[in-house]
């Protein structure tokens, strides 16, 4: 994988329901994953920076793991609730380069 | 509301015309980056800035593009002879680097929204 990618694109649950999307990015050269929640007409916003094979970090309802020798990230969202209904982007960064390599993002619907 | 501001929110200008955009990082951040988002796209790195030094900005999209920070405050992306093509968000975001190496979270300002008649 060179790219970021994230999967699946679009995702429509039902409040109470808990869900899961996936970031894939190039196990090779790895320094650090984030992840970010975007909200229709507002800035993304920081959830985890995350930095260690094997890591597990947790925000409320949130949660996020880390495998960066196969090169992916899980974000989970136990309950969601409608005001979860967000953009949810990864964003990787490579020990060698100075930028962010955002992916597409996963755009999640939360319905009542 | 993050803390970085950018101005102005919204332009629309007619191709050809040179555009101009600001960004106040929050005050004790010293890293600033600029992004471009498309429909259905993330953020596209351009460029960034550790104080006033511009560390990377063989990502920006063409000559036409260009950015300061002249002061290792505010900041500015100046695009000239806009090109329809330009039409996109452009975002901006601080962090504080407090490590050697670290890029630590990221925060963004809410973007500008920029048309090209």
Same mark, same amino acid.
Request: with cysteine.
């Given at each position: ?5 994230? $999967? !699946?694109?679009? /995702?429509? &649950? ?12 190039? #196990? ?14 507002? $800035? !993304?916003?920081? /959830?985890? &920076? ?12 949130? #949660? ?49 | ?117």
């Amino acid at each position: 994988i060179l790219n970021v990618e994230q $999967s !699946p694109q679009s /995702l429509h &649950v039902q409040e109470g329901d808990s869900t899961n999307f996936t970031c894939s990015f190039p #196990s090779s050269n790895f320094y650090a994953l984030h992840w970010y929640r975007w909200e229709t007409a507002k $800035s !993304p916003e920081a /959830l985890f &920076v995350m930095t260690l094979n094997g890591d597990e970090k947790k925000k409320g309802r949130i #949660s996020a793991t880390l495998n960066t020798k196969e090169g992916y990230s899980y974000l989970y969202i136990k309950g969601s609730q409608p005001e979860d209904s967000a953009t949810y982007l990864c964003a990787y960064l490579s020990r060698f380069n100075n930028d962010m390599r955002f992916g597409a993002g996963t755009r999640l619907t939360v319905k009542p | 509301d993050t803390g970085v501001s950018q101005d102005p929110r919204h332009k629309i200008t007619k191709r050809g015309q040179n555009v101009t955009f600001r960004c106040d990082p929050i005050s004790e951040h010293n890293r600033l980056y600029w992004y471009r988002q498309t429909l259905g796209q993330g953020p596209e790195f351009l460029t960034y800035f550790q104080n006033e030094a511009q560390l990377e900005k063989s990502r920006l999209l063409s000559d036409r593009f260009s950015a300061e920070r002249p002061k290792g405050s505010f900041s500015t992306l100046e695009i000239q002879r806009t090109e329809q093509g330009d039409s996109a968000m452009y975002l901006c975001a601080s962090s504080l680097r407090i490590r050697a190496g670290g890029h630590n979270e990221q925060f963004f300002g809410p973007g500008t929204r920029l048309t090209v008649l």
